[in-house]
């Protein structure tokens, strides 16, 4: 299947502000694009690209003074399966995972393992290890929050989040990731593309999505405490320990989001 996706960001500043963006699709995803993800800025403004510690593309520019708009619009192939389950991946005990998964196991600016390690191991020690834990954290989160964009916060952690009971995709993704790490299983915040593929159309505007992998059975596997069902296009453009490592953009001063539009459609194939 062919997917039309891209955005357009208006951000404003009062002086030149120094920044940095992640909007690219991922590289485990570039052999899949049939059109360049170039990500335009308006005016002109210098920028140029970066591969972080965690192999995501990053943009780097400097904001002028008033309105500077980012966009894009790509193509992308996608198999058109849904995230693929594996029921029978296996938890690694924590003396066997390689040293570069080992991180994905500590806490963050968003996932406090400190502050839930106790209820994680009261609703979760029970349940089998591998698959069928992760799926039951993965429901308590899908459970315990309710979504709305007036939800959101950027401030709001994993362990807020459970307290508050309500938050939008990241806050769902964040729960979820500090619960499995509490429990010895490796998680990582991922954050792309999700249209209304296979599914009814939703009926608020177009977003980005976020959600996590699991370390299982020497592979990384994908999970959605927002939705909690497989889903048909994701399209990865970073991932990291939390929000903090995947930020949309990061800017080193005040700025206004003016404008935001993002758009994922399946498009029929040229025969």
């Known amino acids: 299947m062919l997917i039309r996706a891209g955005f357009e960001i208006v951000l404003g500043v009062n002086v030149p502000t120094a920044m940095t963006a992640m909007l690219k699709v991922h590289p485990s995803r570039a052999g899949d694009l049939l059109e360049p993800d170039h990500v335009h800025v308006s005016g002109g403004v210098p920028h140029h690209e970066y ?38 991946a296996r938890q690694h005990p924590v003396e066997e995972l390689p040293d570069d998964i080992l991180v994905y196991l500590l806490g963050s600016r968003y996932c406090e393992t400190d502050r839930l390690s106790g209820l994680a191991w009261n609703l979760f020690g029970h349940v089998e290890p591998g698959w069928s834990r992760v799926q039951a954290i993965v ?37 979820a990731v500090a619960l499995c790490r509490c429990m010895n299983i490796p998680a990582r915040y991922c954050t792309g593309y999700l249209g209304d593929i296979g599914v009814p159309p939703a009926a608020s505007a177009m977003d980005f999505h976020a959600w996590f992998d699991v370390y299982l059975g020497g592979a990384w596997h994908v999970f959605d405490a927002r939705h909690n069902h497989p889903r048909i296009g994701r399209i990865l453009m970073a991932r990291g320990r939390d929000a903090t490592d995947t930020a949309l953009t990061t800017t080193f001063g005040p700025v206004w989001l003016n404008g935001f539009k993002v758009h994922t459609d399946e498009i029929p194939e040229q025969g």
Do not use: K
């Open 51 to 88: 591969i972080d510690s965690f192999g995501n593309v990053c943009t780097r520019l400097t904001l002028p003074p008033g309105d500077t708009v980012l966009s894009c619009d790509l193509l992308i192939h996608d198999s058109g399966i849904p995230d693929i389950q594996s029921p029978d």
């Open 139 to 175: 429901d308590y989160a899908h459970r315990q929050m309710t979504y709305g964009y007036e939800y959101a916060d950027p401030m709001r952690t994993a362990w807020q989040g459970n307290e508050q009971q309500v938050g939008v995709c990241r806050d769902f993704a964040h729960l």
